[in-house]
């Protein structure tokens, strides 16, 4: 693939899976919990099934990095880890393959909390 | 009131404006996209700075993590977010916000009672139930290899 | 003696009078339409205070401190005081009015509660009961933000049919009949629920309300939306102050120019990003005590019919899947002596 044929389809990709969040959002009355975790699930069942994995060899980043690619990587942590310790592998496969990203997340928001003065939602209406 | 409650929630239905599709959906093709390629460069760089697939995977989400925790933080991922809604919450970055910003709301209850018990109150719903699928993909998985059909 | 009439219609006896009022807003009221109305104006939603709640207690002391530097009166010369807020257990007029020695009732009326206190002080101001009644409210944009809906910095859209929580207070003071404005009647709402669920369409909620109450007292007081100079709701906002004029309309009534809402009013729509208006019992009270009873103290409103709303909603009623109760008062308010 050509260098920049990777960025221009990450775009494309992850663009689409926004906009269909977006006219879930506006089309029906889904809040945007219920919308995230319809993602995560859909990405376990697309990833389960098998169609995730050759979506993200071609998008890259377009798939990885909308929350469907949080779910394709609990299911692919799930199938890895199953498939080398067994059934326990249920259990410890998704949060071992996500544990970056939570704890990354989990600690940024400790830290943020420690650095961070509050913001100010109305400044921004009138600055 | 002449009106029953159907028919007065059929009037109000049409007195409300609708929410402006032909601007929002745009915006958030165009702002998640953009996030995902900032995702693609840095994963590319850290493949090029020679991290394998996977670890360049992981550090691409770790990276876009911090990121929105400094924009949420700074107070500038929601100002982002109001016009790329869902451009701006589907991705990991949005996760990351939902995590940050109620941590630092609640900061004003206490480290314990309110950033710790409180850190999760948007973003829990998905780490559950994420794992539970996947949880029980991993079972029927298992099942299908004890019996012998994959 | 006040006389009940019917349809939870009270007519005072005495015409009780404002004998004060007073005001204190954020910086996104102190730069809408009205901004050069209110008597305090912080750029810093703080309000010099550590958290979102202690500041709206701040933002409420600030408004009864005007209202009684204003009235050359003390905390002393309070006999009765009716407060409310949005927060759970009341907890901005709790915790602001602790020190001041004022006997005390707190309420909840949700946006509704700046017409339900003063509906209640003007009772107790008819009737001779106590010297000085004040009837103060506040909300806070941040503060509610945080005990209804998400973050500060959380990254959402809002929907169009949502409302903009004002940080704003305001502060009536009533007395025996003295000088205007006066009030002359009131009329007490019923809950009014039409089935409307989504949280984030309050107006539409409340319309319904508004409509009741506004009907109960027509009837009462046997008047017709003409008698007034203003009909004024509090917060309906665009969507419900539509849907009450449409209700109206089915009565063949129009509620012409003379009709206005709070929401509308605090706000510059075009301008300033409240979606579908200002809302929060600190919008109707400050709009009420920092723009309409000056003017009606200057004579250029005689007749006014403040019906403030408020959607009785839970935040986890809501989640049960319950609709939104709503309700509205109605209080006259009038420049006239006639007694």
């Known amino acids: 693939m050509d260098d920049y044929l990777v960025y221009l389809w990450a775009f494309l990709a992850g663009g689409a899976l926004c906009a269909?969040?977006?006219?879930?959002?506006?089309?029906?009355?889904?809040?945007?919990?219920?919308?995230?975790?319809?993602?995560?699930?859909?990405?376990?069942?697309?990833?389960?099934?098998?169609?995730?994995?050759?979506?993200?060899?071609?998008a890259g980043a377009g798939a990885t990095v909308p929350l469907t690619g949080f779910g394709h990587a609990l299911a692919k942590g799930v199938r890895e880890a199953v498939e080398?310790?067994?059934?326990?592998?249920?259990?410890?496969?998704?949060?071992?393959?996500?544990?970056?990203?939570?704890?990354?997340?989990?600690?940024?928001?400790?830290?943020?909390?420690?650095?961070f003065t509050r913001g100010d939602k109305t400044a921004k209406l009138t600055g | 009131m002449k009106l029953t409650k159907n028919e007065y929630g059929r009037l109000a239905k049409l007195r409300s404006p609708n929410s402006k599709i032909y601007r929002n959906v745009p915006m958030a093709f165009l702002v998640g996209g953009l996030i995902c390629?900032?995702?693609?460069?840095?994963?590319?760089?850290?493949k090029a700075a020679g991290a394998e697939e996977e670890l360049a995977g992981t550090l691409t989400s770790v990276s876009l993590v911090a990121l929105s925790a400094v924009l949420t933080g700074m107070g500038l991922y929601s100002r982002l977010a109001k016009y790329a809604g869902a451009g701006t919450l589907v991705p990991i970055t949005g996760f990351a916000n939902a995590v940050v910003s109620p941590a630092l709301e609640f900061r004003t209850e206490g480290y314990v009672p309110g950033v710790g018990a409180k850190i999760f109150t948007i973003a829990g719903p998905v780490i559950v139930y994420g794992l539970a699928a996947s949880a029980v993909y991993g079972v029927i998985l298992f099942i299908a290899q004890m019996s012998g059909a994959v | 003696m006040s006389v009940y009439t019917k349809n939870g219609t009270v007519i005072m006896e005495n015409l009780p009078s404002v004998v004060s009022f007073g005001t204190a807003v954020g910086r996104m009221e102190g730069e809408g339409?009205?901004?050069?109305?209110?008597?305090?104006?912080?750029?810093?939603?703080?309000?010099?205070?550590?958290?979102?709640?202690?500041?709206?207690?701040?933002?409420?002391?600030?408004?009864?401190?005007?209202?009684?530097?204003?009235?050359?009166?003390?905390?002393?010369?309070?006999d009765f005081m009716f407060a409310g807020d949005l927060l759970n257990q009341c907890a901005a007029s709790g915790y602001g009015m602790r020190d001041n020695g004022v006997s005390f009732f707190g309420l909840y009326g949700a946006c509704s509660t700046m017409a339900e206190s003063l509906a209640l002080a003007a009772i107790f101001a008819d009737n001779g009961i106590g010297q000085y009644t004040a009837a103060v409210t506040s909300s806070h944009f941040c503060s509610a933000e945080r005990q209804f809906r998400f973050p500060e910095n959380y990254g959402g859209q809002r929907t169009p049919t949502s409302q903009w929580t004002a940080?704003?207070?305001?502060?009536?003071?009533?007395?025996?009949?003295y000088e205007a404005p006066y009030i002359k009647a009131v009329t007490v709402g019923n809950i009014t629920d039409m089935g409307i669920k989504d949280a984030n369409n309050m107006g539409a909620a409340m319309a319904p309300?508004?409509?009741?109450?506004?009907?109960?007292?027509?009837?009462?007081?046997?008047?017709?939306?003409?008698?007034y100079d203003l009909i004024l709701t509090g917060d309906l906002g665009y969507v419900g102050s539509e849907l009450l004029r449409d209700l109206f309309l089915q009565d063949g009534i129009t509620l012409g120019d003379s009709y206005n809402d709070c929401g509308l009013m605090l706000f510059d729509r075009e301008k300033q990003d409240v979606h579908a208006g200002g809302s929060g019992c600190g919008c109707s009270a400050a709009v009420l005590c920092g723009h309409i009873l000056p003017r009606m103290r200057k004579g250029e409103l005689r007749n006014v019919l403040f019906?403030?709303?408020?959607?009785?909603?839970?935040?986890?009623?809501?989640?049960?899947?319950?609709?939104?109760p709503a309700i509205a008062h109605c209080v006259h308010i009038t420049a006239s002596d006639g007694r």
């Open chain 3, 209 to 227: 309300a508004a409509y009741a109450t506004l009907k109960c007292h027509f009837a009462a007081a046997h008047s017709s939306p003409a008698d």
């Open chain 1, 84 to 115: 080398r310790d067994g059934l326990i592998g249920c259990l410890t496969g998704g949060l071992e393959a996500c544990a970056g990203g939570i704890t990354a997340a989990v600690l940024s928001g400790l830290l943020a909390a420690l650095i």
């Open chain 1, 20 to 58: 269909i969040g977006q006219l879930l959002i506006d089309l029906t009355s889904m809040t945007p919990a219920r919308i995230l975790v319809t993602y995560v699930v859909s990405g376990v069942l697309l990833g389960a099934v098998g169609v995730y994995e050759p979506f993200a060899e071609f």
């Open chain 3, 167 to 177: 940080t704003a207070s305001g502060c009536a003071i009533l007395g025996a009949h």
């Open chain 3, 307 to 324: 019906t403030a709303t408020g959607a009785l909603m839970s935040t986890t009623l809501v989640q049960q899947g319950e609709s939104i």
């Open chain 2, 37 to 46: 390629v900032v995702g693609q460069v840095l994963t590319e760089l850290y």
């Open chain 3, 33 to 78: 339409p009205l901004g050069s109305c209110f008597d305090y104006v912080d750029d810093s939603p703080d309000f010099g205070e550590s958290t979102w709640e202690k500041a709206e207690s701040r933002l409420q002391q600030l408004a009864f401190g005007q209202a009684l530097s204003k009235g050359g009166l003390s905390e002393s010369d309070i």
